[in-house]
């Protein structure tokens, strides 16, 4: 069935480096790739999506890029900040519906 | 734009007692989905329906698990009898149809059996 593996599950960082959370998929007809970010208690939050036709999406310290033919995806996050510490998410879709990876627990230590 | 309503937001039961989750979807939105987040873990899709129809309830235990939208907006999803495994959030999502695009999360019910 579809599957979404993501790594770390832990990541911890100093404050101001950067962070980086991979994901595979093994559904070839996803062609929709959100990120989430969930803190403690509260519903996941999308911070940027990608959709299969571009390879690379940039928003402010956060970027994704995605690699269709390995089937695999990534969350940079540059310039990192304690508030930046929650829990993220990958899911890959296609056909209606989102399959979620994981987890990350990040932490930024200030 | 008002968001995804999930009640309650907290529950406690025991073992083998019965509970039920309620969700009203965004206005407008014909796709409806359940998930079930176990503590440390992932969304895990339950139940997928589009408009009151189920499109995907391919991890739905159907033993104890039942959910249904009768009239294509608010949903309602029911465990009977609970098991100590079923403690967990869940989660209700929306889409505009055939999107998954617009795909926006409620806060959840966090329901402990013990």
């Known amino acids: 069935g579809e599957n979404v593996e993501q790594h770390p599950s832990t990541l911890s960082v100093q404050e101001g480096d950067s962070a980086v959370i991979k994901c595979t998929y093994s559904d070839s007809a996803s062609n929709y790739f959100p990120w989430y970010k969930q803190e403690l208690g509260k519903r996941p939050q999308l911070i940027i999506d990608?959709?299969?036709?571009?390879g690379e999406k940039k928003d402010q310290r956060i970027a994704v890029t995605l690699n269709k033919t390995a089937k695999h995806f990534s969350l940079h996050i540059t310039e990192t900040q304690p508030e930046d510490s929650a829990v993220y998410f990958c899911a890959a879709g296609g056909w209606g519906k989102l399959i979620f990876g994981q987890g990350t627990e990040l932490s930024v230590k200030p | 734009e008002a968001g995804v309503a999930q009640s309650p937001r907290y529950k406690i039961i025991e073992k083998r007692q019965s509970v039920a989750f309620w969700c009203n979807p965004i206005?407008?939105?014909?796709?409806l989905y359940w998930y079930q987040q176990i503590l440390g873990q992932g969304p895990k899709l339950l139940i997928q329906f589009q408009n009151n129809g189920v499109v995907d309830d391919s991890q739905l235990p159907k033993d104890r698990f039942s959910a249904e939208r009768l009239k294509g907006v608010d949903s309602t999803l029911k465990i009977q009898p609970a098991k100590l495994e079923d403690s967990a959030v869940y989660l209700c999502?929306?889409?505009?149809?055939?999107?998954?695009?617009?795909?926006?999360f409620g806060s959840g019910t966090r329901l402990t059996v013990v």
């Open positions: 990608i959709r299969s036709n571009v």
């Open positions: 999502a929306s889409s505009p149809a055939g999107q998954i695009y617009g795909y926006t």
């Open positions: 206005s407008g939105h014909a796709t």
